[in-house]
């Protein structure tokens, strides 16, 4: 355990025991890491992240988290007035039970690591919070993959939560995030070193590197890359190819292929409305308050989208954020948005 006095952010690993998935695969002793932040007797705040994320939402002084600029000390989501808790997602690769987790054997799942879907990730955090004795949480935040666990959250478990909060997130993927999707799998799966999943250890498949550069295309926009880079080179390179390559190495250095593939596949498939009759039937029924907020330019997540199901559900608030930012607008640009909310937060149920 890893406590920091100067942001007083705990990081530890908890086990929940064996879980038993949707598919009704069990693994066995799952452990989730999570990063804990704020007065322990605090109103909870439960962050979901994205698909490259993990749990250090806030981070430290030295190594800010990923949501840093939203959530701390005196931010939009004051961690003198919250706790916040942040779960590396099950099937992830930050300390969490995932592919590259050791079976009960000995040996690596690797590909052998079960299907997750996103109810599973869910039902392993609630199980992590009861762990730690917090029966109720006043809201869950997400955005992306962070948001479809945010939806699902109020759908399993609406006695736990006061209110949610939906970013750059529908209710299922789209066909044209499915495809991109597909192409970043094919581009891991069809790499020589990738073997069947059973690549050398600490040497992730350079398909891994294509997979991140792929995605970084659709986060963002035509008008940003034109904007940031307007076509020039160092030499025979142009900038935007040497940024895409660094975004590609950068995180082949900190994820896991196997994990990468785990979490596309539960993304592809999540539909909140399968096992409910349908997604407008499953969204008629979330009685509690939910703010939704659409990106400018967002392909994986489309605005027009956002605001139809949100239109659907009985006490929601939508917004839509102008930004050249695209998807990835829910990580940037706070000031654009982050008063939406803390208006949201202090709305009293």
Same mark, same amino acid.
């Given at each position: 355990?890893?406590?920091? #006095?100067?942001?007083? &952010?705990?990081?530890?690993?908890?086990?929940? +025991?064996?879980? =038993? @998935?949707?598919? !009704?695969?069990?693994?066995?002793?799952?452990?989730?890491?999570?990063?804990?932040?704020?007065?322990?007797?605090?109103?909870?705040?439960?962050?979901?992240?994205?698909?490259?994320?993990?749990?250090?939402?806030?981070?430290?002084?030295?190594?800010?988290?990923?949501?840093?600029?939203?959530?701390?000390?005196?931010?939009?989501?004051?961690?003198?007035?919250?706790?916040?808790?942040?779960?590396?997602?099950?099937?992830?690769?930050?300390?969490?039970?995932?592919?590259?987790?050791?079976?009960?054997?000995?040996?690596?799942?690797?590909?052998?690591?079960?299907?997750?879907?996103?109810?599973?990730?869910?039902?392993?955090?609630?199980?992590?919070?009861?762990?730690?004795?917090? #029966?109720?949480?006043? &809201?869950?935040?997400?955005?992306?993959?962070? +948001?479809?666990? =945010? @939806?699902?959250? !109020?759908?399993?478990?609406?006695?736990?939560?006061?209110?949610?909060?939906?970013?750059?997130?529908?209710?299922?993927?789209?066909?044209?995030?499915?495809?991109?999707?597909?192409?970043?799998?094919?581009?891991?799966?069809?790499?020589?070193?990738?073997?069947?999943?059973?690549?050398?250890?600490?040497?992730?498949?350079?398909?891994?590197?294509?997979?991140?550069?792929?995605?970084?295309?659709?986060?963002?926009?035509?008008?940003?890359?034109?904007?940031?880079?307007?076509?020039?080179?160092?030499?025979?390179?142009?900038?935007?190819?040497?940024?895409?390559?660094?975004?590609?190495?950068?995180?082949?250095?900190?994820?896991?292929?196997?994990?990468?593939?785990?979490?596309?596949?539960?993304?592809?498939?999540?539909?909140?409305?399968?096992?409910?009759?349908?997604?407008?039937?499953?969204?008629?029924?979330?009685?509690?308050?939910?703010?939704?907020?659409?990106?400018?330019?967002?392909?994986?997540?489309?605005?027009?989208?956002?605001?139809?199901?949100?239109?659907?559900?009985?006490?929601?608030?939508?917004?839509?954020?102008?930004?050249?930012?695209?998807?990835?607008?829910?990580?940037?640009?706070?000031?654009?948005?982050?008063?939406?909310?803390?208006?949201?937060?202090?709305?009293?149920?």
């Amino acid at each position: 355990m890893m406590i920091s #006095q100067q942001t007083k &952010t705990t990081t530890a690993d908890i086990s929940i +025991g064996s879980f =038993t @998935l949707a598919s !009704g695969a069990v693994l066995e002793d799952v452990t989730l890491r999570y990063e804990r932040v704020g007065p322990s007797d605090a109103p909870v705040i439960l962050v979901c992240h994205a698909l490259t994320g993990n749990h250090l939402t806030v981070g430290t002084e030295a190594e800010p988290g990923w949501w840093s600029g939203l959530i701390g000390p005196g931010k939009t989501i004051d961690t003198a007035h919250y706790q916040v808790i942040t779960f590396n997602v099950l099937g992830g690769c930050s300390g969490s039970t995932g592919p590259a987790s050791l079976q009960p054997n000995g040996k690596p799942y690797r590909s052998n690591f079960p299907s997750v879907t996103i109810r599973d990730m869910v039902r392993a955090q609630h199980g992590a919070l009861q762990k730690l004795n917090i #029966q109720h949480i006043d &809201t869950v935040i997400g955005g992306s993959l962070g +948001g479809m666990q =945010t @939806l699902e959250w !109020g759908l399993l478990f609406p006695e736990a939560v006061n209110k949610l909060i939906v970013l750059a997130a529908t209710p299922a993927l789209s066909d044209y995030g499915i495809a991109f999707n597909h192409i970043a799998a094919a581009a891991i799966q069809n790499d020589p070193s990738w073997n069947n999943g059973y690549y050398l250890p600490n040497q992730q498949p350079n398909g891994l590197e294509i997979a991140r550069m792929i995605g970084m295309v659709t986060y963002r926009s035509a008008e940003l890359f034109s904007a940031r880079f307007n076509r020039d080179k160092t030499g025979d390179a142009y900038a935007i190819s040497s940024y895409l390559n660094y975004q590609g190495e950068k995180l082949a250095d900190r994820f896991d292929a196997n994990s990468y593939l785990c979490l596309l596949d539960a993304m592809n498939h999540h539909d909140i409305g399968a096992g409910r009759k349908s997604c407008n039937k499953a969204l008629a029924s979330l009685q509690l308050p939910v703010l939704t907020i659409s990106y400018e330019k967002d392909l994986i997540y489309h605005p027009e989208t956002i605001k139809d199901f949100s239109s659907v559900l009985p006490h929601a608030t939508y917004h839509h954020v102008n930004t050249i930012f695209g998807h990835d607008g829910f990580l940037t640009e706070y000031d654009k948005w982050a008063g939406y909310i803390e208006q949201f937060l202090q709305f009293d149920i």
